[in-house]
């Protein structure tokens, strides 16, 4: 997407905008010291569920606010895949107006309290703040989107965005993560018929089933979708599109086009011995079942978890991370990160690495398991591993790591969670051959996110990247809301 | 939305459920499954299609009380409703003409079996049907199965219905007395894999649709991995049903088991009137 800079000059010349300027010299402003969001103490919060992160106080969001420049050129809202008016929601804050500062954030994001709270800001819009070549911190922008979402949603007054009038076309959706919520929301305000099916019991795709509480209150995720619902989208679940009905049941039952945003939901084994002995699960069974079966209130809940006392999570993306952090919540001894890199080479965020750090999470960086060794029952009691060290550079531009020879060690492990990585789900691929897939199972799609071989459907977020962020999806979610209206205009 | 339109109790621990599902109904074939949970509370667990109604949009599940979900299904009234079904799941059995065939059940595996007969059977196959049980009261679908079978025959561990011996029994009286082309089996894992290893031996193309601990049912979780000739395979995307001779049931065995302290942890709570019902 491209930012529209002639938009954002106008905005910026308003009078207000300009008297907020003058309000405080760059030099003022360039005084301010970047907020500290205040946490709980990792102490207790490793023993419960409830969210890490407490958000920032008006005070200081008005003082955070400040410290934007306001820049003429504002680069953040380069960094950022939907292009959010940063400067616009953040002077808006300044300004006192939390409605506007709400309105502004969401003409741009349908899901800023769930961005404010999962994005990778430090290296998206943060990462391209003025304040970083001054070698100062950047302004705190994942707060501050957090905050104007937060304190929209507790006022109780959502602004619900404008809505076209309905043009009775009908579409459908299928999943609801964060791809398949904002096209469903960019066609609702285009006054499109808009049907969500998930096949799940709950709407929301991973913001659900693998983001825990304590990351992403399932509040908010309830909250945005009863936005959705007032915006007109209809949503159905317990329905796979595929199979439930297929494709062309739902094109004779009226729906012209489809966007597929079904995510990338199979998880990935390392298929070395052991590996299918009891207590050993992927990182997507592990959290689906704290997740969204609350297993961690077994037995008042019927879906149970086997809580280990020697956790090894296999892994270094976020979703380890969100692993290793639920198993010690659970009540592990050890709760243990096994990561075959350094932690520079870690695709966690910093602040989940930060986070998980201060709870007590043990980090056995450069080492790799190679094999399982399980009791008489076939559950998992030791863990084969051996050291490794990096090499070249691959492809990816991280440094290769090779094991060292001799350096295999056991340790006790009573439970495992592989937490590598997902592929796209194959269900989509047995249901529609025609569709053309790379090798990796992910859909090929145009710059319209339209399929290459099929124009009535339309793909976005992990089913066409593999494995990438919710932001990355929601923007894939609004390119493809665009051009499904071009392709449906054009009937 | 899922309304129970009929309860049947077949045998002391087994009940038949039709069900409202419109749209399953239509879409299912021999051999798919569905996920069911009841209530906000509920766990979703697995369970085959037994049979579907188009006309009146329904489909029907059996199930066995062996814990608390089942236990929970099986005290549902007529007029209730199941929170939530999800399928069909799974890839439909691979029904074709190839003369005459097995259809060998074990207790709970005998619900699932029956579609899969029938299928074979209107396929234009000979159909011997084999039922097998711990006794007589397990034995379940016995006529049902006799309106299509070319042949039904029982077997109990205790003689209280029909021959007394084990279900391999069964087979391989068949296998001795005429050429069969392909096995079907479905029950419990041990079963299935006495079957396999009798089949091996005479060199018989066997099927077995696997039960396994599942979550989500549509590929996500990997709880029902098992090893498949060497490899290993998702149950509720690669199968339900795959080769006999190669699935490593042993290993299935020891995974069926995996819960089996928390479980025993959820019964009890219930049959001590707790949580007797459907909340």
Known sequence: MSVNYKELKKDRSSEWRQELRNLLSAKERLKGVRVKMSESSPDERNKNFFEVNNGITAEEAALEARRCLDCPTPTCISGCPVNINIPGFIKEIEKGDMKNAAIVLKSTNALPAICGRVCPQETQCEIKCIYNKIGEPPVAIGNLERYTADTERLSGEMSIPEVAEPNNIKVAIVGSGPAGLTTAGELAKLGYDVTLFEALHEFGGVLVYGIPEFRLPKEIMRVEIENLEEMGVKFVNNFIVGRTASFDDLKEEGFKAFFIGSGAGLPKFMNIPGENLINIFSSNEYLTRVNLMKAFKFPEYDTPIVKGKNVAVIGGGNTAMDSVRTAKRLGADRAMIIYRRSEAEMPARDEEIHHAKEEGI????????????????????????????????????????????????????????????????PLIQQVLP?????????????????????????????????????????????????????????? | MYKIVQREVLSKDVVKLVITAERISKSRKAGQFVIVKLGEKGERIPLTIADSDLEKGTITLIIQRV??????????KEGDEVTDIVGPLGLPTHVKKLGTII?????????????????????????????????????????????????????????????????????????????????????????????????????????????????????????????????????????????????????????????????????????????????
């Open chain 1, 362 to 425: 043990e980090f056995l960086n450069l080492n790799n398991p190679i094999e399982y060794i399980g009791d008489e029952k076939g559950k998992v009691k030791q863990m084969k591993a051996q050291k490794m060290e990096l090499g070249e550079p691959d492809d990816s531009g991280r440094r290769r790591p090779r094991p060292m020879q001799g350096s295999e060690y056991l340790m006790d492990v009573d439970v495992v969670v592989v937490g590598i990585g997902t592929a796209p789900n």
């Open chain 1, 434 to 491: 025609e569709l053309e897939m790379t090798a990796w199972g992910t859909i090929v799609v145009n710059d319209g996110m339209q399929s290459v071989t099929r124009p009535d459907i339309f793909a976005g977020g992990d089913i066409v990247r593999g494995g990438a962020t919710v932001i990355l999806a929601m923007g894939d979610g609004k390119i493809a809301a665009e051009s499904m209206h071009n392709y449906l205009q054009n009937l």
């Open chain 2, 67 to 76: 814990g608390l979900t089942s236990h929970k299904f099986f005290n549902i």
């Open chain 2, 103 to 279: 259809a060998a059940g074990g207790g709970v595996g005998i619900a699932p079996l029956y579609p899969i007969a029938k299928a074979f059977k209107e396929a234009g196959n000979k159909l011997i049907v084999i039922l097998a049980a711990r006794n007589k009261d397990l034995i379940i679908l016995e006529d049902e199965m006799r309106e299509f079978a070319d042949e039904v025959l029982v077997y109990t561990d205790d003689g209280s219905a029909g021959t007394k011996g084990l279900v391999t029994s069964g087979v391989e009286h068949i296998i001795n007395r005429e050429n069969v082309d392909e096995v079907v089996t479905i029950g419990p894992a041990v079963m299935m894999k006495f079957v396999a290893l009798l089949t091996k031996k005479y060199n018989i193309h066997t099927l077995a649709s696997l039960n396994t601990i599942m979550v989500d049912g549509t590929g996500m979780c990997g709880a029902c991995r098992v090893t498949v000739g060497g490899t290993t395979k998702f149950v509720c995307v690669d199968g339900p049903e795959f080769n006999a001779h190669e699935v490593d049931f042993d290993e299935m065995l020891l995974r069926l088991g995996a819960y089996v302290e928390q479980e025993k942890i959820a019964y009890e709570n219930v049959l001590k009137g707790s949580d007797g019902g459907v909340e």
